[in-house]
């Protein structure tokens, strides 16, 4: 096909102050996620951790206001959610253990258990969960509607990078606010098996405490503490690459945050599965 | 944009346009005008070519984050529906290509981000949200963000779609005026008619990914080719 090009137009070109100039041929997408998932993740994962070290060193900066907006979406918002579900975990842990232990009549050492595997597993597992559910299918969701509506090409357009403007604050406010609720967590589990304990299995306030102090340490607390942590940080990671890694189409905000939520979960139990086999394995790490 | 994995989109494209100029990329939709866009400022990689804007290029098949910064510290882009992050005000967004690029302090930023916004006609409160504007409002405002770092060109997809008559003739105005201004070139990337009637100094057609046509307004109208004929007439066959 011929070309209606103006005569001359070579020539205007080669004597004029050129602004833009480009010749190219461009072929199809090679896919959203050259390398793969994993790599994808990786990518994420790095990213996230140099922009949070940079975060904490520039407290003032541009993104930090994020971080105390994002702790606020995260984490105060989760707190009546997982508030009300570890009074109703402590509940349920008692019923199920002192069902168990009456069999062999031990079932006023129910307390015991509830102390030592509500905050070393119960707690931050529970609260992993919930925060997945709530917040998971969220960060993925915003960053694919933003994917959709041009706001990461914007961002990369302008050679900002998504990861530290959306990432790390989001990340670094899971990190904070899952160890903090995790030990809210602990807490109200402790309360709720109190509840069932003197309510229902008809022990005293006094013999509960004793039990509890007997059986839980400042160690269990930590190691909660510090599952939480990775929790947090393959929660965010995973929810976020599966929010950046989709096509700019409408639907895929949905599609993106159903597979968040599962992704998030298996990464989650995977986690869990790797420290308590860890632990399994090396006891000297069991403090 | 489908095909086999191994056949190219966008074929031998050859753009150019001048310090104060402006270009219209005038094409069907799904002819691959945003696509062309995107591979404008790197942000899909290309099989091979070049791109250079003022002196500052990078290569498209293997873009390099150095290179692209510096290009695109050049290069102003209004992207399809504004694309402002809604989640932070009219303001921080303005701000942000300041605060990163030119690593001004924040009330300097502010200022600066002030003065645009009212340049494009748009005045706002500190914690005035995107989506507190208006379409059309948010469009002005993307401008602003756009023009933040004084680039020498100007990417713009669909800047109109979606406005009314009146608020796309007043955002041309706008436009245009802070062309003569601040003499950037600019390329509209379009399937909207009217911008062939508009003052372009050049429109290249584009159509299943080739520029199938070049010229000015003049010279297209008097084309017979088909595809040229039917985008360029339909204003006629509207009436």
Same mark, same amino acid.
């Given at each position: 096909?011929?070309?209606?090009?103006?005569?001359?137009?070579?020539?205007?070109?080669?004597?004029?102050?050129?602004?833009?100039?480009?010749?190219?041929?461009?072929?199809?997408?090679?896919?959203?996620?050259?390398?793969?998932?994993?790599?994808?993740?990786?990518?994420?994962?790095?990213?996230?951790?140099?922009?949070?070290? !940079?975060?904490?060193?520039?407290?003032?900066?541009?993104?930090?206001?994020?971080?105390?907006?994002?702790?606020?979406?995260?984490?105060?918002?989760?707190?009546?959610?997982?508030?009300?579900?570890?009074?109703?975990?402590?509940?349920?842990?008692?019923?199920?253990?002192?069902?168990?232990?009456?069999?062999?009549?031990?079932?006023?050492?129910?307390?015991?258990?509830?102390? !030592?595997?509500?905050?070393?597993?119960?707690?931050?597992?529970?609260?992993?969960?919930?925060?997945?559910?709530?917040?998971?299918?969220?960060?993925?969701?915003?960053?694919?509607?933003?994917?959709?509506?041009?706001?990461?090409?914007?961002?990369?357009?302008?050679?900002?990078?998504?990861?530290?403007?959306?990432?790390?604050?989001?990340?670094?406010?899971?990190?904070?606010?899952?160890?903090?609720?995790?030990?809210?967590?602990?807490?109200?589990?402790?309360?709720?098996? !109190?509840?069932?304990?003197?309510?229902?299995?008809?022990?005293?306030?006094?013999?509960?405490?004793?039990?509890?102090?007997?059986?839980?340490?400042?160690?269990?607390?930590?190691?909660?503490?510090?599952?939480?942590?990775?929790?947090?940080?393959?929660?965010?990671?995973?929810?976020?690459?599966?929010?950046?890694?989709?096509?700019?189409?409408?639907?895929?905000?949905?599609?993106?945050?159903?597979?968040?939520?599962?992704?998030?979960?298996?990464?989650?139990?995977?986690?869990?599965?790797?420290?308590?086999?860890?632990?399994?394995?090396?006891?000297?790490?069991?403090? | 944009?489908?095909?086999?994995?191994?056949?190219? *989109?966008?074929?031998?494209?050859?753009?150019?346009?001048?310090?104060?100029?402006?270009?219209?990329?005038?094409?069907?939709?799904?002819?691959?005008?945003?696509?062309?866009?995107?591979?404008?400022?790197?942000?899909?990689?290309?099989?091979?070519?070049?791109?250079?804007?003022?002196?500052?290029?990078?290569?498209?098949?293997?873009?390099?984050?150095?290179?692209?910064?510096?290009?695109?510290?050049?290069?102003?882009?209004?992207?399809?529906?504004?694309?402002?992050?809604?989640?932070?005000?009219?303001?921080?967004?303005?701000?942000?290509?300041?605060?990163?690029?030119?690593?001004?302090?924040?009330?300097?930023?502010?200022?600066?981000?002030?003065?645009?916004?009212?340049?494009?006609?748009?005045?706002?409160?500190?914690?005035?949200?995107?989506?507190? *504007?208006?379409?059309?409002?948010?469009?002005?405002?993307?401008?602003?963000?756009?023009?933040?770092?004084?680039?020498?060109?100007?990417?713009?997809?669909?800047?109109?779609?979606?406005?009314?008559?009146?608020?796309?003739?007043?955002?041309?105005?706008?436009?245009?005026?802070?062309?003569?201004?601040?003499?950037?070139?600019?390329?509209?990337?379009?399937?909207?008619?009217?911008?062939?009637?508009?003052?372009?100094?050049?429109?290249?057609?584009?159509?299943?990914?080739?520029?199938?046509?070049?010229?000015?307004?003049?010279?297209?109208?008097?084309?017979?080719?088909?595809?040229?004929?039917? *985008?360029?007439?339909?204003?006629?066959?509207?009436?």
């Amino acid at each position: 096909m011929s070309l209606p090009v103006q005569s001359g137009d070579a020539a205007r070109r080669a004597t004029r102050e050129s602004f833009l100039t480009g010749e190219f041929t461009v072929r199809p997408p090679r896919g959203l996620r050259p390398g793969g998932r994993f790599l994808s993740r990786g990518r994420v994962a790095l990213g996230s951790l140099h922009w949070m070290g !940079w975060i904490l060193v520039s407290p003032r900066s541009v993104v930090s206001g994020g971080v105390a907006r994002e702790l606020d979406a995260l984490g105060v918002g989760a707190l009546r959610l997982v508030c009300s579900a570890s009074i109703l975990v402590g509940l349920i842990a008692t019923f199920q253990v002192a069902y168990q232990l009456k069999q062999y009549g031990a079932e006023s050492v129910s307390a015991l258990a509830i102390g !030592w595997f509500g905050t070393r597993e119960v707690g931050p597992l529970v609260v992993a969960l919930l925060v997945v559910t709530r917040s998971a299918s969220a960060i993925a969701g915003e960053f694919a509607a933003m994917t959709a509506g041009g706001e990461i090409d914007a961002l990369r357009a302008m050679s900002l990078d998504p990861v530290k403007y959306l990432v790390a604050p989001k990340n670094l406010a899971l990190l904070v606010a899952l160890p903090a609720l995790t030990v809210i967590a602990d807490g109200l589990i402790t309360l709720g098996g !109190w509840v069932g304990t003197t309510m229902f299995l008809g022990f005293n306030t006094r013999f509960y405490l004793e039990q509890i102090r007997s059986s839980l340490s400042t160690s269990d607390i930590a190691i909660g503490a510090v599952k939480s942590v990775i929790f947090a940080f393959v929660i965010a990671v995973i929810a976020s690459d599966e929010g950046l890694g989709v096509d700019r189409r409408v639907a895929a905000i949905g599609e993106a945050a159903s597979r968040a939520v599962v992704y998030c979960l298996l990464g989650v139990l995977a986690a869990d599965t790797l420290v308590n086999a860890v632990f399994y394995f090396i006891p000297s790490l069991v403090l | 944009m489908t095909g086999p994995a191994s056949s190219p *989109l966008i074929f031998d494209i050859d753009l150019f346009v001048g310090c104060g100029e402006t270009l219209l990329v005038l094409g069907p939709i799904q002819s691959g005008k945003s696509m062309l866009m995107r591979h404008l400022v790197g942000l899909e990689s290309a099989s091979s070519g070049t791109i250079a804007v003022d002196g500052e290029s990078f290569d498209p098949t293997r873009p390099v984050e150095k290179e692209l910064r510096a290009f695109r510290a050049r290069v102003g882009v209004l992207f399809e529906g504004s694309a402002l992050l809604r989640r932070i005000s009219v303001l921080e967004n303005v701000e942000l290509p300041l605060l990163e690029h030119e690593h001004r302090s924040r009330p300097r930023a502010r200022d600066a981000a002030r003065e645009l916004l009212a340049e494009v006609g748009i005045e706002v409160d500190d914690e005035t949200l995107p989506v507190q *504007l208006g379409r059309a409002g948010q469009r002005r405002a993307a401008l602003a963000r756009a023009l933040a770092l004084r680039p020498r060109l100007l990417l713009l997809d669909e800047p109109t779609l979606g406005l009314d008559s009146q608020a796309a003739h007043e955002f041309d105005e706008t436009l245009h005026g802070l062309q003569k201004k601040y003499n950037f070139g600019i390329v509209i990337f379009s399937h909207e008619i009217r911008y062939a009637y508009a003052p372009a100094n050049q429109i290249d057609v584009l159509a299943g990914g080739r520029i199938v046509a070049r010229g000015t307004r003049e010279s297209l109208l008097e084309s017979n080719d088909p595809v040229i004929h039917g *985008l360029l007439h339909r204003r006629e066959r509207e009436r």
